[in-house]
């Protein structure tokens, strides 16, 4: 059974740094592409960020330069650190698993499972 | 970016009723659209994909359709489980994203 457990979510000051954990099981991390998400009380999904199966990884512009993804392929955990944080990156957080199809030559994404999520609040 | 529309925002029905939820997209998307129903304080789960397949295990009162800029999901039967809020989101490029949400209630 695909199951993703996400942990790592609390109150931190604004400027802080906070590193989320995704711990998978039924499916092994390294093999597929995986995404953070984010919902901010009361609103709708926001996707955060993306890594492939290889080393590429892509980022909200909201989020790039503060935010890094990674995965740990021993563990098979995928995490991510969340730097010179804001009030307004306050939200539950959600790891996902990516999954695709091609058409017309392009890889078009969506997220079969996800985690129940991690609150973040940001603020002093 | 894409931008998402649904309509309504808002929908109240019965048990057994038959609900449309629409959602349009700010540039024509071909088939490239998702469905997922979120309860609250749970995770979206996903129900279709490239606009009409249906993901394993989501029972065939759900269905989608649509292409370009128009796209919509029915329950045909809506059942006590449904009463959810639904987010299309588009697959055509980065960033991904979502429409703003359609919950349905119980009338």
């Known amino acids: 059974e695909v199951q993703l457990v996400e942990s790592g979510g609390g109150l931190i000051q604004p400027g802080g740094s906070l590193r989320l954990s995704c711990a998978a099981s039924?499916?092994?991390?390294?093999?597929?592409?995986m995404s953070w998400f984010r919902q901010a009380p009361g609103k709708g999904l926001e996707w955060v960020s993306l890594?492939?199966?290889?080393?590429?990884?892509y980022y909200a512009d909201s989020v790039k330069g503060r935010f890094a993804i990674s995965r740990d392929n021993s563990k098979n955990t995928l995490y991510l650190q969340m730097n010179s944080l804001r009030a307004e990156d306050t939200a539950v957080y959600y790891c996902?698993?990516?999954?695709?199809?091609?058409?017309?030559?392009?890889?078009?994404?969506?997220?079969?499972?996800w985690g129940q999520g991690t609150l973040v609040t940001v603020s002093s | 970016d894409i931008q998402l529309t649904q309509s309504p925002s808002f929908l109240s029905a019965s048990v057994g009723d038959r609900v449309t939820i629409t959602c349009r997209a700010s540039?024509?998307?071909?088939?490239?659209l998702a469905w997922y129903q979120q309860k609250p304080r749970k995770a979206p789960k996903l129900l279709i994909y490239?606009?009409?397949t249906l993901q394993s295990g989501v029972p065939s009162r759900f269905s989608g359709s649509g292409s370009g800029t128009e796209f919509t999901l029915t329950i045909s039967s809506l059942q006590p489980e449904d009463f959810a809020t639904y987010y299309c989101?588009?697959?055509?490029?980065?960033?991904?994203?979502f429409g703003p949400g359609t919950k349905v209630d119980i009338k």
């Open positions: 996902a698993r990516v999954k695709y199809y091609y058409d017309s030559s392009i890889r078009r994404d969506y997220f079969d499972y």
């Open positions: 039924g499916f092994t991390v390294s093999s597929n592409f």
């Open positions: 890594i492939s199966s290889g080393p590429s990884t």
């Open positions: 540039q024509g998307i071909s088939s490239y």
């Open positions: 490239a606009a009409s």
């Open positions: 989101q588009q697959l055509n490029s980065y960033p991904v994203t």
